[in-house]
């Protein structure tokens, strides 16, 4: 697929690094609750390659997924990597035995949480490393200081190229841009969830990417309907279309829909070429959780 077909390109400020604008996330080949290995091992590793065939040159994954599962398959899949790929991950939580997600934050956990990705991605450096703050269950206020400057110490040291920041209030963004470089902000956005529609704006002047993740989730039943009446006059999925949205609403988005299956993976690219027409786009621009 060409790069038009994928929702145009976006160039990440200073860093000379193009993304297709849709990429995508490996958080769902990990098994049920994002932890252990995929109940198909062989499609895991068959959407990943599909992806790479379709255009796709932004994988977003994590560590802690699994834990290790997800970059083991990545590697297995990709290795060795075109070189036109770049690997997104994330760090700053660990799982339990429980498969909870816990705060990892500390200097020691820091370090070797880029150690355990880059070991299991089989690379020497990965492009981008999103320090996710986890001071709550969403974005919570507190200084982000004594994390980002451990994983500054890792980039200078050549083992992270580039650092983005996820789960972040504006305020830790403004924080953080102080500190160093922010080419990435990952945080919940999708039609009814529009708290940092400012945030956004603000980083699109500055060529700043924002991938917002679970882009469809949190609806009620009456915005799904909503949602629903679109994509059926449209003749898509409503995945689809909240996708459609998403890439209709600011040129510095880029989506990492998740799937386990080829099927559904074209489906998700199909989006990219989905034109939301003017009263499409009112209605959708009308769902917002209260």
Not at 36 to 57: C, M, S, T
Not at 74 to 90: C, Q, S
Not at 244 to 267: C, D, F, M, Y
């Given at each position: 697929?060409?790069?038009?077909?994928?929702?145009?390109?976006?160039?990440?400020?200073?860093?000379?690094?193009?993304?297709?604008?849709?990429?995508?996330?490996?958080?769902?080949?990990?098994?049920?609750?994002?932890?252990?290995?995929?109940?198909?091992?062989d499609a895991a590793v068959a959407v990943l390659r599909e992806a790479i065939n379709r255009g796709?040159?932004?994988?977003?994954?994590?560590?802690?997924?699994?834990?290790?599962?997800?970059?083991?398959?990545?590697?297995?899949?990709?290795?060795?990597?075109?070189?036109?790929?770049?690997?997104?991950?994330?760090?700053?939580?660990?799982?339990?035995?429980?498969?909870?997600?816990?705060?990892?934050?500390?200097?020691?956990?820091?370090?070797?949480?880029?150690?355990?990705?880059?070991?299991?991605?089989?690379?020497?450096?990965?492009?981008?490393?999103?320090?996710?703050?986890?001071?709550?269950?969403?974005?919570?206020?507190?200084?982000?200081?004594?994390?980002?400057?451990?994983?500054?110490?890792?980039?200078?040291?050549?083992?992270?190229?580039?650092?983005?920041?996820?789960?972040?209030?504006?305020?830790?963004?403004?924080?953080?841009?102080?500190?160093?470089?922010?080419?990435?902000?990952?945080?919940?956005?999708?039609?009814?969830?529009?708290?940092?529609?400012?945030?956004?704006?603000?980083?699109?002047?500055?060529?700043?990417?924002?991938?917002?993740?679970?882009?469809?989730?949190?609806?009620?039943?009456?915005?799904?309907?909503?949602?629903?009446?679109?994509?059926?006059?449209?003749?898509?999925?409503?995945?689809?279309?909240?996708?459609?949205?998403?890439?209709?609403?600011?040129?510095?988005?880029?989506?990492?829909?998740?799937?386990?299956?080829?099927?559904?993976?074209?489906?998700?690219?199909?989006?990219?070429?989905?034109?939301?027409?003017?009263?499409?786009?009112?209605?959708?621009?009308?769902?917002?959780?209260?």
């Amino acid at each position: 697929m060409k790069s038009t077909e994928l929702g145009g390109t976006f160039t990440l400020s200073g860093t000379g690094i193009t993304l297709n604008r849709m990429g995508y996330g490996a958080m769902q080949l990990a098994g049920p609750h994002v932890f252990g290995p995929p109940k198909d091992h062989d499609a895991a590793v068959a959407v990943l390659r599909e992806a790479i065939n379709r255009g796709v040159n932004h994988i977003d994954t994590s560590d802690f997924y699994g834990p290790h599962v997800t970059n083991r398959i990545i590697r297995e899949a990709l290795a060795p990597y075109p070189d036109d790929l770049t690997i997104v991950t994330k760090i700053g939580a660990v799982r339990g035995d429980d498969a909870s997600w816990n705060p990892a934050m500390s200097t020691d956990e820091l370090e070797r949480a880029v150690d355990e990705n880059l070991a299991n991605l089989g690379r020497d450096t990965i492009d981008v490393v999103n320090l996710r703050i986890m001071f709550g269950e969403g974005p919570t206020e507190g200084s982000i200081e004594k994390p980002l400057n451990a994983l500054t110490r890792m980039q200078r040291d050549g083992r992270v190229r580039h650092i983005g920041l996820s789960n972040v209030t504006p305020a830790q963004v403004a924080e953080g841009r102080t500190i160093t470089d922010i080419v990435c902000v990952q945080n919940l956005y999708n039609l009814a969830h529009r708290h940092d529609d400012s945030m956004i704006d603000e980083l699109a002047a500055d060529g700043i990417a924002y991938v917002p993740f679970f882009p469809l989730g949190g609806f009620s039943p009456l915005q799904s309907n909503a949602l629903s009446g679109v994509a059926k006059e449209l003749g898509a999925s409503p995945l689809q279309v909240a996708l459609a949205w998403l890439l209709q609403r600011s040129p510095n988005i880029l989506l990492i829909p998740g799937t386990s299956s080829v099927a559904h993976l074209k489906e998700n690219l199909a989006a990219a070429s989905l034109d939301l027409p003017e009263n499409a786009c009112a209605q959708l621009d009308a769902i917002r959780s209260k």
